[in-house]
T-cell receptor
Framework: KQEVTQIPAALSVPEGENLVLNCSFT??????LQWFRQDPGKGLTSLLL?????REQTSGRLNASLDKSSGRSTLYIAASQPGDSATYLC??????????FGAGTTVTVRA | DAGITQSPRHKVTETGTPVTLRCHQT?????MYWYRQDPGHGLRLIHY???????DKGEVSDGYSVSRSKTEDFLLTLESATSSQTSVYFC?????????????FGQGTRLTVV
């Protein structure tokens, strides 16, 4: 069974600071890995998808890296803004594209 | 959101009653999933489907059943609701061809069992 750990559980930073969110997983036999954002009381929004053969993926201020062999992924958010405040979820995908989720990192960006 | 609609969005039901949640997609994707989200547990897979009439269990399937008679609809049934099934339920799809398995989620159904 895939176990996913996200560290830290919560993070509070001043606006403009760069964010580093860590994810580790126990089974390296993954198909892909996704990062999601979830606002309170809302659904999940896909941020980035990294295929198992890729090392990183970028979208605007977001960059995600993947080290499949060591079971780690990191999400970097550059120049954080108050609108980045949310919970960020890491989800490695296995067979049949089933996702396993970590508990998330709750980010607060202070204006 | 890949055209995913969940219904109802909110429901309160009594212990022991059956409840059915519906997930509808508009784009004929093959893979569909039901997850539940609880504080302290994150999201956990209940059941999933890889085609019409093709379903399989996830990690927390006890007390739940599913059906998929059409590509676009995936139904989750709580056979006899219990308070432990109070949760937020999310439906998801995987987009294979162009999006390489990227998952998209519905807005969720908040279920309260009293």
């Amino acid at each position: 069974k895939q176990e996913v750990t996200q560290i830290p559980a919560a993070l509070s930073v001043p606006e403009g600071e760069n964010l580093v969110l860590n994810c580790s997983f126990t089974d390296s036999a993954i198909y892909n890995l996704q990062w999601f954002r979830q606002d309170p009381g809302k659904g999940l929004t896909s941020l980035l998808l990294i295929q198992s053969s890729q090392r990183e993926q970028t979208s605007g201020r977001l960059n995600a890296s993947l080290d499949k062999s060591s079971g780690r992924s990191t999400l970097y958010i550059a120049a954080s803004q108050p609108g980045d405040s949310a919970t960020y979820l890491c989800a490695p995908g296995g067979d049949d594209y089933k996702l396993s989720f970590g508990a998330g990192t709750t980010v607060t960006v202070r204006a | 959101d890949a055209g995913i609609t969940q219904s109802p969005r909110h429901k309160v039901t009594e212990t022991g009653t059956p409840v059915t949640l519906r997930c509808h997609q508009t784009e004929n994707h093959r893979y569909m999933y039901w997850y539940r989200q609880d504080p302290g547990h994150g999201l956990r897979l209940i059941h999933y489907s890889y085609g019409v009439k093709d379903t399989d269990k996830g990690e927390v399937s006890d007390g739940y059943s599913v059906s998929r008679s059409k590509t676009e609809d995936f139904l989750l049934t709580l056979e006899s609701a219990t308070s432990s099934q109070t949760s937020v339920y999310f439906c998801a799809i995987s987009v294979l061809a162009s999006a390489q398995g990227e998952a998209f989620f519905g807005q969720g159904t908040r279920l309260t069992v009293v």
